[in-house]
């Protein structure tokens, strides 16, 4: 065959046809299944959305499962896929810009912001514009082009840009609510409980200068120095604990109360 693969090859049985034209030997991640698309999809179309943001890294609600379909944009105007297992949306191509990642065709990061915000709910969609909007390393998963990506100034400039389109709106929303700086999606979810409990929003990594040595708790409220710290599962490393129990203490001989939060405490505000 043209490709220099056999037509016995083709029919082998450990090999599987997730689209027409297409043979692979696993469909079991997300990866197997975008790749297998990529090879068959049409020049003019790219991953978008969902699919897009796990090519990214974003922080998103939900685990890929087999049977999630992959999120295809196409300009408007341009002709649709009708491939078993995707779903296709149209976008302004002259607004929103395609990209390659991994040898994949998508959406831009900012532009997969917008097309997600067609499909969650605020507060996710607020984790996504604050890693959009971080310069942290604490993101694993985060495969962004560079940290930060955005700036809040110019996420604003965006959407403006985009205003009228099908997801502008909430975007604008969550990126008000979105701040530059946070270190990890638990650490907006922290955030965000606090505030919609009520409470004055804390300020994002607040700067306490304990016998010259400058800390910075997750969040806090200087004013009245009080430290919320957010402990992840990295925090239980032997050296990370080391370093938080020492910052513990500054933080309260300087006469900071320090509260910590844990995945535990937020399922139960939640």
């Given at each position: 065959?043209?490709?220099?693969?056999?037509?016995?090859?083709?029919?082998?049985?450990?090999?599987?046809?997730?689209?027409?034209?297409?043979?692979?030997?696993?469909?079991?991640?997300?990866?197997?299944?975008?790749?297998?698309?990529?090879?068959?999809?049409?020049?003019?179309?790219?991953?978008?959305?969902?699919?897009?943001?796990r090519v990214w890294g974003f922080p998103l609600p939900t685990e890929w499962s087999p049977e999630e379909p992959l999120v295809i944009a196409r300009p408007h105007g341009s002709t649709r896929g009708r491939a078993r297992g995707t779903r296709h949306i149209s976008v302004d191509a002259s607004k929103l810009d395609f990209t390659e990642h991994r040898g994949l065709r998508v959406l831009a990061p900012v532009?997969?912001?917008?097309?997600?915000?067609?499909?969650l709910g605020h507060e996710h969609l607020v984790h996504v514009v604050d890693a959009l909007l971080t310069g942290s390393k604490r993101y694993p998963d985060l495969e962004l082009p560079r940290r930060p990506h955005a700036t809040p100034a110019r996420l604003a400039d965006f959407v403006e840009r985009c205003a009228g389109l099908q997801g502008a709106a909430s975007l604008r929303a969550a990126t008000a609510n979105a701040r530059a700086g946070v270190d990890s999606r638990f650490e907006t979810i922290t955030r965000r409980c606090i505030v919609l409990?009520?409470?004055?929003?804390?300020?994002?990594?607040?700067?306490?200068?304990?016998?010259?040595?400058?800390?910075?708790?997750?969040?806090?409220?200087?004013?009245?120095?009080?430290?919320?710290?957010?402990?992840?599962?990295?925090?239980?490393?032997?050296?990370?604990?080391?370093?938080?129990?020492?910052?513990?203490?500054?933080?309260?001989?300087?006469?900071?109360?320090?509260?910590r939060i844990t995945k535990a405490d937020l399922a139960r505000g939640g």
């Open positions: 065959m043209r490709a220099g693969v056999t037509r016995a090859r083709v029919r082998s049985g450990d090999l599987v046809a997730p689209f027409r034209g297409v043979r692979t030997t696993s469909v079991e991640r997300f990866d197997d299944v975008a790749a297998a698309y990529g090879a068959w999809m049409p020049a003019h179309h790219g991953l978008a959305g969902i699919s897009a943001g532009a997969t912001a917008l097309t997600l915000a067609r499909e409990a009520g409470l004055p929003e804390p300020v994002v990594h607040p700067l306490v200068v304990v016998d010259g040595s400058h800390l910075h708790p997750d969040l806090g409220y200087p004013e009245r120095k009080v430290a919320v710290e957010y402990e992840g599962e990295g925090h239980l490393d032997p050296k990370r604990w080391a370093e938080d129990i020492l910052r513990y203490e500054l933080l309260e001989a300087a006469g900071w109360i320090v509260v």
